[in-house]
């Protein structure tokens, strides 16, 4: 059925509303939105990835204890930890639901940073071990695991259970075997089982208490731990040398003859085996169980995207085919993360931290490219922190939102352009942070504001020391920063060049690295200013392969350009209403793809031109229907 004019003048008006709206709705949302993003444990079957919501509930007064990773999913060392973590979770799998949980929690995202600062996590990962029946209260914090050792960790995890003074009454006996009487064995056990393992070691050892841990779930067997002084021994006629022995109820001994093997898998696939040979069914999970068969994998394959989006494959392509353009968006995004995230994840501003962070709102406050209103909220923002000698992390979480309510909108965009990854995990903020310094070095040393040579290169060691997530990144900038003599730099041209010096560096160190992109490898740069590089011969005139000698002068030109305000790229921009007055002056970049902007104002017009169309159509059908004049009529009248 065709609809009426009606109808569709209807639809028509109701479309234009709801673009209108749906504009307008975007344009005014609070600046204190959450960022989402995947974490590097989105597809793990093992790493149960929690929230601000879920983590208290998930660990606290639980019959089951907790190993909780507090990481940051732009840490380049979370990220080469991620496939080790998961392999552990996989290896302590079977002991889960009733034993153990292995979780992770991102402070990278917004929502969580509060819980991350009250845990006191200080450095990523973080990991903590949470007993049963643990208790929420003023510094029950969990207990921490020093080593990220995987072995080491399984270890002291078992270490916790095994000792656990108040354990729940359906986790399993760690203790040594202490009766002589083997007629006593199957007494105190459930009549479900019909097999007894014996497992010699010696007292200090761990590896009975795993063996324990992996078969919970199989109710038909029990595994008990003998020390090796025991007599059952010589007293069931095995030879000196058995270790682990299976027991029926009507108590003959196997010796499964695993030799001097202290291997828990080949000691756990003998026992699968023999039971399977004795016709018992088991869980599938166990036959078939990870730690047996997996091998560790790289951090690429654990944190694969689940989808691509047509819209950041063409900003993608965009960016490899105009490398070295320094994005508007990209400075937000970090920023965005410094004040939000990052900053206030910091239980207690003070003393050298309060500093660095006074340093660095002061050159983003002379620098940064704001509106008006970003302006206003910057200077706010400094003067109370300037006018404080403390500050608790979470009032300063507090404070961020609260100013920039004052003056929203300030940002333009809310996404990552230049440093959009090809998948979760890769580039984006730490990404963002070395363009935002680049951009911030240059803008120094093209204006006047101050004669200090040494303010951004300043600022930078500061907040990267004190503030940088990536506690093992932090570490290796600071031994560079004194190694390349950042205190002596002498310009602003040189802290240019510093700075550039500094990040090919760590571009050269990192290049192959797990953490590295793979459609966006660490090169040399600018690797597209052929007037920045020279060949590079030795003494017999050969070119000498793979070693680049720059031209200084044409590498401090080349980032000038790229990073004045007039060049910045308004790629990905959304509400260009909200942009700073000056790059409409200077005739800023807007890009050859389409904003959502774009897209809803095309999208209004589309629908204005139909609702045109339809009443234009309807008016000429209802002037056009009337009775025909045929030609045997015209001539009855004549």
């Given at each position: 059925?065709?609809?009426?004019?009606?109808?569709?003048?209807?639809?028509?008006?109701?479309?234009?509303?709801?673009?209108?709206?749906?504009?307008?709705?975007?344009?005014?949302?609070?600046?204190?939105?959450?960022?989402?993003?995947?974490?590097?444990?989105?597809?793990?079957?093992?790493?149960?990835?929690?929230?601000?919501?879920?983590?208290?509930?998930?660990?606290?007064?639980?019959?089951?204890?907790s190993l909780v990773e507090f990481y940051n999913s732009f840490c380049g060392h979370c990220k080469r930890f991620a496939p080790i973590y998961n392999q552990i979770a996989a290896n302590v799998s079977l002991w889960y639901p009733d034993i153990l949980q292995v979780v992770a929690l991102d402070c990278s995202v917004e929502e969580n940073s509060d819980t991350c600062r009250e845990f006191e996590v200080m450095a990523y990962p973080t990991l903590r071990y949470f007993p049963p029946h643990y208790k929420q209260g003023e510094k029950t914090l969990g207990n921490p695991l020093e080593k990220l050792d995987p072995a080491k960790i399984i270890d002291d995890v078992v270490g916790n259970i095994t000792t656990e003074k108040n354990p729940p009454s359906n986790w399993p006996s760690f203790d040594f075997l202490t009766t002589t009487n083997k007629e006593m064995l199957f007494n105190d056990v459930s009549a479900n089982v019909k097999y007894i393992f014996l497992f010699y070691e010696r007292n200090s050892s761990l590896l009975g208490s795993k063996l324990i841990l992996d078969l919970h779930q199989v109710k038909e067997v029990q595994l008990k731990r003998v020390s090796i002084e025991s007599p059952f021994v010589t007293e069931f006629g095995l030879h000196a040398n058995a270790k682990l022995v299976a027991l029926n109820r009507a108590l003959v001994p196997v010796d499964l003859n695993i030799k001097n093997s202290t291997a828990k898998d080949d000691i756990v696939k003998a026992i699968v085996h023999f039971l399977k040979s004795e016709g018992v069914k088991l869980p599938k999970m166990l036959g078939e169980h990870p730690a047996y068969t997996i091998t560790t994998t790289s951090a690429n394959d654990n944190v694969p995207l689940e989808f691509k989006k047509q819209q950041e494959e063409a900003i993608r392509t965009r960016v490899k085919e105009n490398l070295g353009t320094v994005y508007l968006a990209d400075l937000e995004q970090v920023l965005r993360q410094i004040l939000f995230i990052e900053v206030p994840r910091v239980p207690l501003l003070e003393g050298e931290k309060l500093l660095a962070l006074q340093r660095f709102l002061t050159v983003i406050e002379r620098y940064f490219p704001f509106n008006d209103n970003g302006k206003k909220f910057i200077q706010d923002l400094r003067s109370y922190v300037m006018n404080r000698e403390r500050i608790n992390g979470s009032d300063f979480d507090e404070k961020v939102p609260e100013i920039a309510n004052l003056y929203i909108p300030i940002f333009s965009s809310d996404r990552w352009v230049g440093c959009l990854p090809s998948r979760n995990g890769f580039r984006q903020y730490p990404c963002g942070l070395w363009t935002l310094f680049h951009y911030l070095t240059v803008r120094a040393a093209?204006?006047?504001?101050?004669?200090?040579?040494?303010?951004?290169?300043?600022?930078?060691?500061?907040?990267?020391?004190?503030?940088?997530?990536?506690?093992?990144?932090?570490?290796?900038?600071?031994?560079?920063?004194?190694?390349?003599?950042?205190?002596?730099?002498?310009?602003?041209?040189?802290?240019?060049?510093?700075?550039?010096?500094?990040?090919?560096?760590?571009?050269?160190?990192?290049?192959?690295?797990?953490?590295?992109?793979?459609?966006?490898?660490?090169?040399?740069?600018?690797?597209?200013?052929?007037?920045?590089?020279?060949?590079?011969?030795?003494?017999?005139?050969?070119?000498?392969?793979?070693?680049?000698q720059w031209d200084r002068s044409e590498v401090l030109k080349y980032l000038k350009e790229k990073n004045s305000p007039a060049n910045l790229d308004l790629l990905g921009v959304e509400h260009e209403t909200t942009l700073p007055r000056f790059m409409a002056q200077h005739g800023a970049n807007r890009g050859n793809i389409f904003t959502d902007m774009d897209i809803r104002m095309g999208m209004l017009l589309y629908v204005s031109c139909i609702a045109i169309m339809v009443i234009a159509v309807k008016f000429f059908l209802k002037r056009g229907y009337r009775k025909k004049l045929y030609i045997y009529d015209m001539l009855g009248k004549v």
């Open positions: 059925m065709v609809p009426s004019s009606r109808t569709l003048f209807q639809t028509t008006i109701f479309l234009i509303i709801f673009t209108y709206c749906h504009i307008d709705a975007n344009s005014n949302k609070s600046e204190t939105r959450v960022i989402e993003r995947l974490g590097l444990y989105s597809d793990s079957q093992y790493v149960i990835s929690l929230t601000v919501h879920t983590l208290k509930p998930s660990i606290y007064d639980k019959n089951y204890a093209e204006m006047e504001t101050s004669n200090d040579a040494l303010e951004i290169l300043q600022a930078m060691h500061g907040y990267i020391k004190n503030f940088f997530g990536c506690t093992e990144c932090a570490k290796h900038f600071q031994e560079m920063a004194t190694r390349n003599h950042i205190w002596s730099v002498a310009s602003k041209d040189d802290a240019v060049l510093w700075l550039w010096s500094a990040h090919n560096e760590v571009n050269k160190r990192l290049a192959g690295d797990e953490t590295e992109d793979p459609e966006f490898p660490k090169l040399q740069f600018p690797s597209n200013c052929d007037a920045c590089r020279r060949e590079q011969s030795n003494v017999h005139g050969h070119k000498i392969i793979g070693e680049i």
